[in-house]
């Protein structure tokens, strides 16, 4: 959209589509998942509540081998489309939350299928962008996507300081589904379905297969779950610190969304070149260290100034490691099953996500929030050391 004349003619048409879709996605991003935990804590919700919607997506990411065999099995973006519109249309419900369980059962269903289309959408994506390309054309994909969030997240600060969520979610939920029409003109070639696919349980032999083949993806996935967790410790409490302790506003939220949105634009952008010039490994040990800096700040903070810096790094950085992440993966699998990698990855993150925010509010309840804090980022540190080791042991692929 923005970044037209920079995509190669052979790609435009795809990245055509793509970028208007996400920048839908952008503003539906910024009118409702920024503001989910937050709210949920505003209408009541207690820290054991929080980290049940902390877990949500993972609990999603957990089945994730399961959507992978059923998108092999179909059509890629036909699973892809229909599994986001029942996604989103789930939001419509929140018409009728009126009590803070009520609203996480709504919030849950929405995250755990968004969570399926992942697969698909990562074959999609080796698909239509070239490996010499990926990179940079994702990159300039979600920086536009990050645009539109950022003047989304600000309106829908003020929005919903003056207007129930119950009007602003659906709202949102809406130019969610508006993306998805463009996203479903981008052209696919049609493979081959999977048949007789063997009946296997939440984590088939398949996974024990590859880890054994492919000892580096087993050591790099042990090293992202060591990152995950630690992230994960902290997720849980950053809205309950923002609440509780700062009494942070709707408005407040929002500009702190818009602000990391602003600098998910320069990640993007540049993350994306970075990682065809310099490789997914080099990309992801900057950001091990760079996502260790986050809890460490609010572990520190006494005003909102920490809240800030913490609110830039997290910009900057999930831009570069959403985009480290999926080229990474999609290279070592090269002719393999891109899908079942991805899946493997997904499932593990459920995993952690399903014990990391639960331990997280334990430890802020038996020691602190700050304490809790810095038990986090010791643990993302510790991943950042384990990646750049990992670097010099398994450099190839870029």
Known sequence: ???????????????????????LWGIFYGLSLVFF???????????????????????????????SRLSNRSNKMQFFIWIKILARTVLFLMFFAVSPWVFIIIVFLNVFFEQAGSPAYTGIMKEIYPDSYRGRAMGYIRAEQAISAIFACYIGGVLLDR??????????????????????????KNEPKVENVKKQGLIPSEAIDIFKKDRRFFIYSLIFFTYGFG???AMPLYPIFLVDILHASNSLVGKLGSLSSLFCIISYIF???????????KSLTICFLLSSFIPLLYSTSFNLS??????IIFGLNVGSSELSRINYIIKISKTKNVQTYWGIDFTLMGIRGLIA????????????????????FAVVFTSFILIKLFRFSYGKPR
Do not use: C
Not at 271 to 281: F, V
């Open 1 to 23: 959209m923005f970044f037209n004349r920079r995509i190669p003619l052979f790609i435009r048409e795809s990245y055509h589509y793509d970028s208007r879709a996400s920048v």
């Open 37 to 67: 935990p937050v709210i949920a804590r505003k209408i009541g919700a207690n820290s054991f509540q929080i980290a049940l919607l902390t877990a949500a997506p993972f609990m999603g990411s957990l089945f994730t081998l399961y959507w």
């Open 163 to 188: 207007i129930s969520y119950g009007y602003i979610f659906p709202l949102a939920a809406i130019t969610g589904l508006l993306s998805l029409v463009f996203f479903a003109k981008i052209k696919v």
């Open 231 to 233: 992230n994960l410790l």
């Open 271 to 281: 993350g994306g070149r970075y990682i065809d010039k310099k490789g997914s490994l």
């Open 306 to 311: 920490f809240i800030i810096l913490a609110s």
């Open 357 to 376: 925010p639960f331990i997280g509010v334990g430890l802020m309840n038996f020691l602190g929030i700050r304490t809790a804090f810095f038990i986090a």
